[in-house]
């Protein structure tokens, strides 16, 4: 899983060095960090998850996350992990990172595996994201009479009346 998230914009002098810069600091070498990607592990059969890496930027292309992406991928499988998928948010330099996993790139939810080309690599839009984007479109509309209820279900039937289930 990745994820971007915004930093303080400080630089701390440590050790004789000063820490704080961007990774695309040759493009923007007199701003500060302001965001990070972060990667993080995730068991899906225990409750395993850690932070794997972060990697402080001011703005990155697409081509720069699917480099590390992928060698994070590699790394991880190296020490042992298995790696089956990939989820994130969807904004537009996630989907382009993503879809640089095969040649031509294209968008899909499945990819040759960087390790092993026998191997499905997944990708999945985070659905947290998703419902937090429909709810913010949502409420930003600029129209009367807006408001947000969810239904009441007293029964199995009353959900079934609501939403047809039936298949073609």
């Given amino acids: 899983m990745l994820d971007e998230i915004h930093l303080k914009e400080y630089f701390d002098y440590k050790g004789g060095s000063i ?6 600091s040759e493009t923007s070498a007199s701003r500060e960090r302001e965001s990070a990607q972060v990667f993080m592990i995730k068991s899906i ?3 395993y998850k850690d932070v794997v890496h972060v990697l402080p930027v001011h703005s990155i292309t697409g ?8 060698k994070i991928i590699i790394g991880l499988e190296d020490i042992g992990f ?3 998928g990939i989820i994130t948010d969807n904004i537009s330099v996630n989907r382009k990172a993503v879809e640089l996993f095969i040649d031509p790139p294209e968008l899909s ?3 040759p595996h960087p390790v092993d080309k026998s191997r ?4 999945v839009v985070d659905p947290v994201h998703l419902l937090k984007c429909i709810r913010s479109n949502w409420l930003n509309q ?9 239904p009441k279900f007293d029964s199995v039937h009353a959900v079934t009346d609501i939403a047809d289930f039936k298949t073609a």
Avoid: A, E
């Fill in 19 to 24: 820490s704080g810069m961007p990774y695309d």
């Fill in 45 to 47: 059969s225990s409750q």
């Fill in 63 to 70: 081509n720069v996350l699917h480099k590390s992406i992928k």
């Fill in 82 to 84: 298995t790696v089956i």
């Fill in 109 to 111: 939810y499945c990819y």
């Fill in 120 to 123: 499905p690599l997944y990708f």
């Fill in 142 to 150: 600029k129209n009367d009479g807006r408001c947000f209820c969810y």
